[in-house]
């Protein structure tokens, strides 16, 4: 006798399909009790990444208008150093265009109080009172402080001084006075701060030498004062009781995560500010942008000693310097944490609804113990049944997956109505599914490799 | 005529402890191609055990199998899964039909597990199940079926790949009496049809349909009235 040889055609893998298609289809309910897990995970995966992208976009919004390599100087006073320790980021910073430390205390708080970092702008205003003129302030800054810091520190782009309060305002659609933030600055101040005219020009070097009584306003001011941005060119504002000619207008900037939003601030020449408006109260702070971002540190270093110089029998804490970077940089941070943060908790759900596919994978080999057992004795292989399992594990866990990612992104509206920002994001949804599709088939392998391990006289016999 | 089966001195036995349980105690059996054999015995004889190695569900410790051209002993697992496929059609007490599939279904298994297209196994099969009566239920779960219709389908899936062995354990087992002749009678058409038929009952009323029988006693084989001397 000869042996016969043993081999034959493996089962089609479109017969395999066809058979946990209908496996699938004669036990709907127990199928979709099975995704439940996955689903659940896959929309959060959604979410957390729609969530976490939508705090970073936030910070880049509200740090926009920051140059990254600016630096900002002011004089402390303690209720100033406090805040450094309490507000965190962005206290006693130009965030966006404007000073944060301001005595516009109240009008931060307008800005910012709608939005997460409310709170933050807030610290900022109250670090500023000591403007006013109530603090323990040990030293003023002058415009010889901002001569010597340019011409004694190098690779500085520009140094600008400026100065920041409160004043009243009157005029358009106005029925009464408002107390508004009003800055007097430079020229250089709008390239600094990255602002946008809508309309007119910015403040000159002529405007400042002449001490002229002209104004730039912001977009939501001019809103306010008159209606539109547009008709507030052209037209005059009166500060402190002074009339003051619109020469330009600025595009809307948005708002800032701290200080004041150049929207709802009034720019007046420094010189003029200093003579009709602030007098002898004013706080000047000075800014200055190092062209080498990396170098900031070294700026903040030198342009101390120049102070420190200029100042005599003042200690160093005396003047508060902070830059944009080192704020950016914590204001990124602490978004790219919380994004951290939510991926653990996404994939602690997985693991989750993974165990949970496991748990349901276990007890369809328990059943079904007979079916592998048929199976097995009319000739599948192992292969085959490991497959067989291994497949449905997976369409489970791809139609988990991809309900899971429809809805997350159905959800993301109603998440945006608690007033979290949320960006979604495309690429989430290849995550989800690959998480999805990962864990089903992870943990759908075991109780599929138990099952194809079976003896086939060991299954049939199992009632 | 061809052999289909050809056992000698099949030995199979557990060690439990120091005690050595044998169930089978060296079996030599011969089957020829056509033929239809009952292995009749009581529970306990070492009857399953018996059809589970003639299966190549079970192992041995001694002894040759041949399964017609095959040396079983010298076969790996993988191989004997196929050897299963291909050459032997299982019938159970139970049917044994998966409940989620139609008949159709059922019956075209052991073809899809060849590797053969669904179309062409569907085309054979419903060959089988109209042989057997079965066309018009070709859509049904076992479940809409009756005892006896169940029977037939899973005869229907031993016969479509065409084995060289029907292999039944207690066909009539769960019949009632007119079913289970029904049943019987389809055996011995498919006999006289060709097919070479092993069947493993303990009712000696059902074995008397074959035509050849032993009885297994003990683990030990007796052909025709040995077995009545061995027991006297």
């Known amino acids: ?463 | 005529m061809e052999q289909v089966i050809q056992m000698q001195k099949i030995r199979k036995f557990y060690n439990q402890g120091e005690n050595r349980l044998e169930v089978l105690k060296g079996i030599s059996l011969e089957v020829l191609e056509g033929e239809y054999l009952a292995i009749l015995g009581p529970s306990g004889s070492g009857k399953s055990t018996l059809m589970n190695i003639i299966g190549c569900m079970d192992r041995f410790q001694e002894g040759e199998y041949w399964l017609t051209e095959s040396f079983v002993n010298k076969m790996n697992d993988a191989q004997l899964t196929i050897l299963r496929n291909q050459q032997i059609g299982f019938i159970f007490q139970k049917y044994h039909l998966i409940q989620k599939y139609t008949v159709l279904q059922n019956t075209m298994i052991p073809l899809l597990i060849r590797g053969m297209s669904r179309k062409e196994a569907e085309s054979l099969s419903m060959e089988k199940l109209e042989l057997l009566g079965m066309k018009e239920r070709a859509d049904h779960k076992p479940n809409e079926l009756s005892g006896g219709q169940q029977q037939r389908t899973a005869i229907a899936r031993a016969l479509v790949g065409s084995p060289k062995l029907l292999l039944a354990d207690e066909p009539t087992g769960a019949l009632d009496r007119s079913t289970g002749e029904e049943v019987l009678r389809l055996f011995q058409q498919l006999n006289e049809m060709g097919n070479t038929i092993v069947m493993i009952t303990h009712d000696l009323h059902v074995a008397k349909s074959a035509k050849r029988i032993v009885k297994i006693i003990d683990g030990e084989l007796f052909e025709g009235d040995e077995a009545d001397v061995a027991l006297a």
Request: proline fraction near 2%.
């Open chain 1, 1 to 463: 006798m000869t042996k016969q040889k043993l081999s034959m055609g493996q089962m089609r893998i479109g017969e395999i399909m066809h058979l946990v298609w209908i496996n699938i289809m004669e036990s709907k309910f127990k199928v979709f009790l099975t995704s439940l897990g996955v689903i659940v995970g896959s929309a959060t995966i959604i979410l957390v990444i729609a969530v976490g992208h939508g705090g970073e976009v936030e910070v880049q919004n509200e740090y926009k208008t920051l140059n990254a390599g600016s630096i900002n100087v002011a004089a402390s006073t303690e209720a100033q150093m406090q805040d450094q320790m309490m507000g965190g980021f962005g206290g006693g910073f130009p965030g966006g265009g404007m000073p944060g430390g301001t005595p516009g205390g109240a009008n931060g708080n307008r800005s910012g109080g709608t939005r997460r970092s409310g709170g933050s702008g807030g610290f900022g205003g109250f670090g500023g009172m000591g403007g006013g003129g109530t603090g323990g302030k040990a030293v003023t800054l002058t415009e010889s402080d901002e001569q010597d810091i340019a011409s004694l520190v190098s690779g500085l782009s520009s140094v600008s001084i400026y100065t920041t309060g409160t004043s009243s305002v009157d005029g358009g659609d106005l029925t009464e006075e408002t107390d508004e933030t009003v800055a007097g600055v430079g020229s250089e101040y709008q390239e600094m701060c990255n602002l946008d005219l809508l309309e007119g020009e910015f403040i000159t070097d002529e405007d400042n030498e002449d001490k002229s009584k002209v104004a730039v306003i912001g977009y939501t001011l001019a809103q306010t004062i008159f209606g539109s941005a547009y008709s507030a060119y052209g037209d005059s504002v009166s500060i402190e009781g002074k009339k003051y000619e619109i020469v330009g207008v600025l595009n809307e900037m948005g708002s800032v995560s701290s200080g004041t939003s150049p929207d709802d601030s009034i720019f007046v020449p420094y010189q003029t500010a200093a003579k009709y408006i602030y007098g002898k109260s004013a706080d000047p702070q000075i800014m200055a942008i190092a062209s080498d971002v990396n170098s900031v540190s070294d700026k903040i270093t030198e342009i101390k000693a120049v102070l420190m110089e200029n100042h005599s029998n003042v200690k160093e804490n005396a003047f508060n310097v902070t830059d944009a970077g080192s704020t950016l940089e914590s204001a990124t941070s602490s978004a790219k944490t919380l994004s951290m943060l939510l991926m653990i908790v996404a994939a602690i759900v997985f693991i989750v609804g993974g165990i949970g596919i496991m748990n349901v994978m276990f007890v369809s080999v328990k059943e079904r113990t007979q079916e592998i057992g048929i199976l097995k004795a009319l000739g599948s292989s192992k292969r085959v049944i490991l497959l067989q399992f291994l497949l449905e594990a997976t369409f489970i866990s791809v139609f988990g997956g991809l309900l899971g990612v429809l809805s997350g992104f159905a959800l993301i509206p109603l998440v945006r109505l608690s007033g979290m920002t949320v960006e979604p994001v495309a690429a989430s949804a290849v995550y989800s599914m690959i998480f999805a599709v990962g864990t089903g088939t992870i943990f759908g392998f075991y109780p599929a490799w138990k099952a194809a391990a079976l003896m086939p006289i060991e299954a049939l016999t199992q009632e």
